[in-house]
Every structure is written in C-alpha cells, then in structure tokens.
C-alpha cells in the first residue's frame, strides 16, 4: 500500500483498537493508518514513543560526545560547550522548519532522517579526531558536524508528531506532551549512560559509534517495521537496505576504531606511543624514544599536555621542590604531582616526618607505581613508609582540612579550563594559607614567563591576594622552555629564595648561584597589567587560551 497522504476529515472518537478499513473509504487518515497498523492503537503510540526516548538519548550523546572531545583536545571546557550547544540548538531549529514538506511523506522521511543521523552522530567523533590529527580543522569541522547533527534532531520532533497523529488523533497539547515527556526522559537517560557507561567501557570513538547502531535499529527498525503496509514495496526494501548499509558502515568503522585511534593519536606525538590510558578523568599517554647515543627519552602526558621528560625532568623538580624545603619541613603536603616527582625529591630529606600527596586521578597514582620506567624515574617513592597518598580533588580535600603543613608543593597541571583554573584561584590560595603552619612556606608552578606572561603573573598576583607575601623566579627546563614558580609564605615579609642549609647530595642542577639568578627578570619578563584569578571570573583561562595558542 502506498503512503496516505494528508486529506481533510471529520472527527473521529479515540479508541485503543485500530478499526479494520481501507484508505479508499474516504473515512480520516489517522483512521486508515491505525487500520493499517494491524497493531492495538496503544501498542502502536507506546513502540513509537519508545523511539522518541531512545532517539533522544542517542542525540544527547552525540552532544555529550562532541563537548568532551572538544574539552581533551583544545582544552577549556566551556568554550567548546558552548559552540557545540548553541550551534546544535540553532540547527534544531533550522532542522524543525526544514521538515515541515517532508510530512507529507512521514514514514520514509524519518527512516532517512535517523539513518542520517545514525551515521553522522556514530561518526562524529571519529571524522573530529582525524581533523586534529592530520587537517588541524578541528574548529571549522566541529561547527560543521554539530549543525549537521543538531538539523537532522531538530528534524524528527514534527515527522514524530505526524507519525503518532497518524496513529490516534489527539489534541496538540496532549500530544506534545506525550512527546516531549518521552523525548526529555530519554535526555536524561543519554546524559547518565555517556559519562557512567559508554565513556568508561567503549571510550569516545566506539561509544559514539555503538549509539549510532542503536539510534539506526529504534530510529528505522521500529517506524519500517509499525508503518510497514503504509509504503510501498519498492521504497521499503530500499529503506531496510539504506539501515543495513549504515549499520554495515558502524559495525566495520567500529572494528577498525582501535587502530585509527592508535595512528591518530600517534601523529599528536613525536615519539613513540608507550602506554596509553583513558580515565574517567583525563587521557595519559607515555612515550618512549632511544637516541642514538643510547639514552632513553620516557615523557608523560595528560590530554595532550607535556608533564616531564626523563631527560630533563630533574631541572623542573629540584627548582619546584628544593627552595620551599629550605624552612621548616617536617610534615609537607604535595598537590598534584601524582608522577612521584616531586614527592622523590622532597624524601631526600631525613628530617621529614610526614609526606602527604593529593592526587585526583587513582591511575595516575597506580601508573607511578607499577609502571618500572615511571617507578624508576621517582625512585619507587611511594614504598617510603612516610608517604600518604590521598585520591581526591584538592580544593574540596583542603576545605574539609583539619590539620596543618610546614610547607605545600603545589605542582598542578596547566589551568587551561575553568577546571584546573579553580586550583589557581585566590580561593584556593586562600585554603592552602590556612593549611600552612606560621611560617610554611608554599610553592606553585606556574607555567611559563616567557611564552604566557600574562598567565604567569596572573598567577603571582593572585597568590598575593589570598594574602600571601610571594618571590616569583625561573629556570630554563629545555622541554618546556622558560619556566616559572611561585614561592610564598603567610609572613608579611617576602620569603627569602633560598636553598636549605643541609641540602641533601644528588642534586644535579639546582645550587646557590642558579637559585640566585633564577629570581632576575628580563625587561622583556617583568610585570605585566594582568587581573587576578577567582572561581567566579577565572580571567587565567582566557590568558592561556590566547598565549598558548601561538606558542
């Protein structure tokens, strides 16, 4: 039977059976094609509304998908939130006027809809990443996918409408109600099952791609299926061949996903990819590369960010740790620096008690651990009896903070989004004040001088308006560059850049005369007109954001 077409007719009571009678009675179209349906009207809109929920939940994950993508990648969460969110709602509506010609043809239009979109959405994430790698287009590409995907949601709200008219007449309002009551529980349903289960069992590439399958078998399967005497013979082989084609293109992208994402991941590193790790909160990657005279080259990555080289690791570690240990250092508290790095060198130490290290991300801690090149390289720190480790985010673990620390080691990684921006806030540097015994002495890295000056002393005049008296100084670690720290204290005087009197052997780069130069500026370093940073208006990711772009 070929598809009804819209024609003007009288009322008809609503009734949960669907009446046997032919689209030539010229009685109403919802009448002939519940009638069609050979399926209890009730039945019938409840297998229809079931895809709404499940079309829905597909389409947030798509949403979902492209924001932490955007966020591993470039950094800076709510930027690519918010281009992803506002584009995607602007194509909805696009996509919900577009439609509007294709309610003529309801059944075929939606099947090719949700192909469509099965393919996109399963794809997105996929085509995004080989933008970054190989075109560096991945801006322009996101704008592009999000609209696409984000038209063709906005696409199925009317031909659902038409679709379920079709089935039982109702009034507007009972109608979306129904609709959008199924639409927005399957939202919730998408926005649960993304962080929860398909990023931590599948990860971004295959998750997606798993979705797509389900949005194609719901979208299609299910409409093919209810409204199946309503097309023709012809176009209903050609929609079920359309599903399996994309459903042939999801299943073998997702064999293949494991291998592309190791190529594409390989083209973001100079070396050799050792180790890589997804975790429900950051990417690690190690490399690993053999110059010809024989030494190895182990560097640490978290999403894309450079965290030490073993070549030259020891320059930025002794420069961090070494000039906050030349107070009282009896019990120190390590923030970040879940590689052990830093917590080696403060165990050089005899006189310290106590080593407390707060780490957000439990695998990275596992990494230091267990992995022998990592082990090594920290000197197998955490087997020292002194060592504390804690898994927890450092500003609510600091608010809750009952005790008190003769020096703090903070060694984050870079506040390139609102996230990590929280953990250089003067609220922050407000709780680790409390946190310092009088007299501690508190040590931030703080990113480089020379490449993000405004970033830098955005840094040390935030730390001065927790009420902190700082010495801002720098060395030269060839990985990174120019790099800078904050050393500070709760005193009214400035602390004094110092190394310890008993400074323990084995240091291989840090001595007086370094530490000495380190606090001299060039004109072209000193002082810039920055603002501080606060939870409220984290200015510090707007400066990394426009510094490091060009670096």
């Known amino acids: 039977m070929r598809e009804t077409t819209e024609t003007a007719a009288p009322e008809v009571a609503e009734t949960d059976e669907a009446p046997e009678v032919s689209e030539a009675s010229g009685v109403s179209e919802a009448v002939a094609a519940s009638g069609a349906l050979r399926l209890p009207a009730r039945a019938a809109r409840a297998l229809v509304l079931a895809a709404v929920f499940t079309c829905a939940a597909c389409g947030l994950v798509y949403e979902l998908a492209l924001v932490a993508l955007g966020s591993y990648l470039m950094g800076n969460s709510v930027t690519q939130a918010s281009i992803v969110l506002s584009v995607m709602v602007f194509a909805m509506g696009v996509g919900s006027l577009a439609a509007k010609p294709l309610q003529r043809h309801p059944v075929a239009a939606f099947a090719i809809v949700e192909g469509a979109l099965a393919l996109l959405g399963g794809l997105s994430v996929l085509a995004l990443y080989a933008a970054f790698?190989?075109?560096?287009?991945?801006?322009p590409a996101l704008v592009v996918v999000a609209f696409g995907v984000g038209a063709l949601i906005g696409a199925e709200i009317p031909l659902l409408m038409t679709l379920l008219q079709r089935i039982r007449r109702q009034d507007a309002g009972s109608a979306v109600a129904d609709l959008f009551a199924a639409d927005y529980?399957?939202?919730?349903?998408?926005?649960?099952?993304?962080?929860?289960?398909?990023?931590p069992l599948f990860g971004h590439i295959k998750g997606a791609l798993l979705v797509g399958a389900v949005n194609a078998v719901a979208g299609i399967a299910v409409v093919l299926w209810l409204f199946r005497r309503q097309i023709g013979r012809g176009a209903r082989i050609g929609l079920w061949a359309g599903m399996a084609a994309v459903l042939a293109v999801l299943g073998g992208t997702y064999a293949l996903a494991d291998r592309f994402e190791f190529s594409a991941r390989q083209v973001l590193y100079r070396d050799p990819i050792a180790l890589t790790e997804r975790t429900p909160?950051?990417?690690?990657?190690?490399?690993?590369?053999?110059?010809?005279?024989?030494?190895?080259?182990?560097?640490?990555?978290?999403?894309?960010?450079?965290?030490?080289?073993?070549?030259?690791?020891?320059?930025?570690?002794?420069?961090?740790?070494?000039?906050?240990?030349?107070?009282?250092?009896?019990?120190?508290?390590?923030?970040?620096?879940?590689?052990?790095?830093?917590?080696?060198?403060?165990?050089?130490?005899?006189?310290?008690?106590?080593?407390?290290?707060?780490?957000?991300?439990?695998?990275?801690?596992?990494?230091?651990?267990t992995y022998r090149e990592i082990a090594d390289l920290n000197g197998r720190a955490f087997e020292d009896p002194r060592v504390r480790t804690v898994t927890a985010d450092a500003f609510s673990w600091l608010r809750s903070l009952d005790r008190r620390f003769d020096s703090v080691i903070v060694d984050m990684p870079d506040p390139d989004d609102v996230a990590t921006a929280k953990?250089?806030?003067?609220?922050?540097?407000?709780?680790?004040?409390?946190?310092?015994?009088?007299?501690?002495?508190?040590?931030?890295?703080?990113?480089?001088?020379?490449?993000?000056?405004?970033?830098?002393?955005?840094?040390?005049?935030?730390?001065?308006?927790?009420?902190?008296?700082?010495?801002?100084?720098h060395v030269d670690v060839p990985s990174f560059g120019d790099w800078g720290y904050v050393l500070a204290t709760p005193t009214p005087e400035p602390p004094k850049l110092e190394l310890p009197g008993a400074l323990p052997g084995g240091l291989r780069f840090l001595d007086a005369d370094v530490l000495r130069s380190a606090a001299v500026f060039g004109k072209d370093l000193r002082h810039r007109d920055v603002e501080v940073n606060t939870l409220v208006h984290p200015r510090l990711v707007e400066y990394e954001g426009d510094e490091w772009k060009d670096a």
């Not at 790698?133 to 801006?139: Q, S």
């Not at 002794?318 to 060198?345: C, F, K, N, Q, T």
């Open 281 to 369: 909160y950051q990417e690690i990657v190690v490399t690993r590369k053999v110059a010809l005279s024989g030494r190895p080259d182990l560097r640490l990555f978290l999403n894309g960010d450079l965290q030490f080289s073993s070549v030259d690791e020891y320059r930025y570690h002794e420069s961090l740790v070494h000039p906050a240990m030349a107070g009282a250092r009896g019990d120190v508290l390590i923030l970040g620096g879940g590689d052990g790095l830093a917590l080696r060198e403060v165990l050089r130490y005899r006189d310290v008690r106590s080593a407390t290290l707060v780490e957000l991300d439990p695998e990275m801690i596992k990494l230091a651990r």
């Open 423 to 473: 953990l250089y806030s003067v609220e922050f540097y407000g709780l680790v004040k409390q946190a310092l015994k009088p007299g501690g002495r508190m040590v931030v890295q703080s990113g480089s001088p020379y490449f993000a000056p405004k970033s830098f002393w955005c840094i040390e005049k935030t730390i001065g308006a927790a009420g902190l008296a700082t010495v801002p100084y």
């Open 133 to 139: 790698a190989w075109l560096d287009l991945y801006v």
């Open 185 to 199: 529980v399957g939202g919730l349903i998408g926005g649960l099952a993304f962080p929860f289960f398909l990023l």
